[in-house]
T-cell receptor, first 113, second 109 residues
């Protein structure tokens, strides 16, 4: 039982490049989330999904897109990376919205030059 | 004003000490409350949920004060392994879960 996994763990991009971050969970959770964490700030929600085929915007969605084609996978895309997107990205999953425990992946450290 | 505020610390305490953190939240309609622990360069992990009646898990005690809109975490008999960042998390219903920026704790030998 791997829980929540993320790939890649590290990535360096040049401004304007694109990439996709993959999150996978094996707990059969309905809800999945993408957060970013920056120094001195709390985790901020980028996008979330309440089930297969559904996605919704969180607090800081601009510059990101997501897809949830399979229940176990949640993809985060950066179409044209900017230095402001340098951050640590965490994926999480839960069996319920807000009121329950969220399980986090190990994170992806992204640097945009 | 941030929706969830924490003292960033760092709190530097000797082993065996008792240390307490507070966290204030601005939305009086908040429904769920948690403390997460995050080790350096790792993902956050749930430490404990916070219930209206307060709850205890070993050396850790969490309290909720709805009237003053804050939650607290008390750690007794601190261990070196308690060194981490402690995140206050508040849920307001729906998808909205707000994470505080965290309080850093260093426990010294």
């Amino acid at each position: 039982n791997a829980g929540v996994t993320q790939t890649p763990k590290f990535r360096v991009l040049k401004t304007g490049q694109s990439m996709t971050l993959l999150c996978a969970q094996d707990m059969n959770h309905e809800y999945m989330y993408w957060y970013r964490q920056d120094p001195g700030m709390g985790l901020r929600l980028i996008h979330y999904s309440v089930g297969e085929g559904t996605t919704a915007k969180g607090e800081v969605p601009d510059g990101y897109n997501v897809s949830r084609l399979k229940k176990q996978n949640f993809l985060l895309g950066l179409e044209s990376a900017a230095p402001s997107q340098t951050s640590v990205y965490f994926c999480a999953s839960s069996s319920g919205l807000a009121g329950g425990q969220q399980f986090f992946g190990p994170g992806t450290r992204l640097t945009v030059l | 004003r941030k929706e969830v505020e924490q003292d960033p610390g760092p709190f530097n305490v000797p082993e065996g000490a008792t240390v307490a953190f507070n966290c204030t939240y601005s939305n009086s309609a908040s429904q769920s409350f948690f403390w997460y622990r995050q080790d350096c360069r790792k993902e956050p992990k749930l430490l404990m949920s916070v219930y209206s009646s307060g709850n205890e898990d070993g050396r850790f005690t969490a309290q909720l004060n709805r009237a003053s809109q804050y939650i607290s975490l008390l750690i007794r008999d601190s261990k070196l392994s308690d060194s981490a960042t402690y995140l206050c998390v508040v849920g307001t219903g729906g998808f909205k879960t707000i994470f505080g920026a965290g309080t850093r704790l260093f426990v010294k030998a």
